[in-house]
């Protein structure tokens, strides 16, 4: 574990085991905003110029990942974590960030970052801590900013013959703005694919019920998966999604979300993630060429 300055953020602390390297910072958030292999590009997204005014002040995407609470509304979602955060060393290879209580909201949120001993994995153990005087229903949300010049892959259930199987598979959930014939989209019977365009500043988002448990996204020669679980039976945000895709000009994001819960004063939700970094992966852009990457992993 070793204190830097990263993002002009002079309180980060970066996390390596020789093979790879997860940067958290202790200045907002709380906030991951380096994840690569060793000597490696970051393969989180990196916008420390932008910013969202809201009636609450200004949020700052900053890049990298973040947490949340869903549904998503304005101004509650865009709460600034604009003030430092308390930091708690587990282990030499693992911390806790935790904000204060926000004051607009009453929402404490916390992330538990544990790199392992060797390899690229990462857990991510995300908690939002409902410090109200009343109960609220909210899920955990995980943001991953990526690196721009990439395409998120989103699995599809596995194939099933008609008339043997009557039943729809999952939900697909789509925004007011979605179009499903803009060119960044590609939609296959094994994967959903999302690219990212520079020069296209209109904004995609879709939303699925994940049961496979994964998403991707692959950018240069670099391949990032994140693992998150679904509930079978729970409520879920957003028509039922657990997994969304949101991107707009270089800027992508690969979502996790828990299902629904009704918190009470003091209690929390619970959302955990596994990452892994594959290097040397070059996924070209027709669905043979991701299946035949992919699907190794």
Known sequence: MEKITYLNLPNCYRLSNGDAEVV???????????????????VLGEVPGASVATPLGEWRPLGGHRLWTAPEAMPRSYVPDNDAVEFEVIDELSVRLRQQPEQ????QKEITVALDAEGSGVRLLHRVVN???WGVELAAWALTIMRGGGQAIIPQEPYGPHPACLLPARALVLWPYTNLAD???????KYIRL?????????????VSNRRGWAAYAVDDTLFVKHFGYEEGASYPDFGCNNEVFTAGSFIE???LSPLRSLGPGEAVEHAERWRL????????EEADVERVVGRW
């Open 24 to 42: 958290v910072t202790t200045d907002v958030g709380p906030r991951v905003v380096r994840y690569c292999l060793a000597g490696g590009e970051n």
């Open 104 to 107: 607009a909201t009453g929402m």
């Open 131 to 133: 410090r109200n005087l």
């Open 183 to 189: 060119a960044r989209w590609s939609l296959g019977p």
């Open 195 to 207: 690219a990212t365009d520079a020069t296209a500043s209109a904004p995609q988002k879709l939303g």
């Open 254 to 256: 690969v979502e996790s």
């Open 278 to 285: 594959f290097g040397g992966v070059r996924v070209g852009r």
